[in-house]
């Protein structure tokens, strides 16, 4: 396949990069490098066009989708807290980018968009398993913005004969990810304060659960949404349908690094929910999808990786 990922320097979408070279398709990035980095594509950057832009760039992005058959949508401005701080931003880039996608490629031949969506859209929707069904939620303008992509990917199916197909990412986490960012997700600051020796900051109590999801089964679940029968049109959960609290994650790290850090509770933060766990029955049945890393076996792999990369 000739694929276009967005957001191809980024963490999710530098790994998924990676996995369609090692088989065999061709890959073309659009990214501007405003969160992803160019060492994320390591030894793979000589094998794939880059094209340096914005999502918001009309013509950018229908340069990016000339020739492409499958776009696998990763580009956004992520994060809640950023979102509050700069609503205006968030929607530019995630909705208004989205639709940029959607358009060049009902256009230039593009067979699927695959959209990368997030569990963030449930939102205050109290229901534990999320079923796609659900009605949403959302408490932030990421979530917002998230949830008016995936109904622009489905208008888009059902007005104009694209296939899009929506996944809906539960807490993505793993080697890689950026611990330094101003927006860090919270697994890679816990696993490098542990290894600092430094203290944590969590917003809450620490019982907050999510269904956190390594990375290597949102790439699964990528791939197999590229090619599933009877996926069009359709959202499905990407998660591992177990929940963890912050305070689990915590004990863990503190048993596989063997060091204890200091923890500093504080209130909650604004747009944040409180429980978060998968049904992933919809991904299992249409998709084919089959989580293969539990959130504990992906803990011990980051770890291991931080560790390494320091060494080197």
Known sequence: ???????GAGFIGSNLTKALLTSGHTVRILDN????????LGPYQERVELIEGDLRSYHIVHEAVRDIEVVFHQGALPSVPRSI????TTNQVNVEGTLNIL???KG???????????????????????QEDMTPLPISPYAVAKLAGEKYCQAFTRSFGLETVGLRYFNVF???QDPKSQYAAVIPLFITAFLDGGRIQIHGDGEQSRDFTYIDNVVQANLKAAVAEGAAGEVFNVACGERTSLNQILDYLRKVTEVDVDLEYGPDRPGDVKHSLADISKARDILDYNPTVSAQEGLRRSVTWYRTSRKQ
Do not use: Q
């Open 85 to 88: 701080n700069d609503p205006i």
């Open 108 to 130: 230039s031949g593009v067979r699927r968009v695959i959209y990368a969506s997030s569990s963030s859209i449930y939102g205050e929707n109290p229901t534990l398993p999320k």
């Open 1 to 7: 396949m000739n694929c276009l990922v967005t957001g």
């Open 174 to 176: 793993g080697a890689g």
């Open 103 to 105: 358009d060049a490629a």
């Open 33 to 40: 490098f405003s969160t992803g980095r160019r060492g994320n």
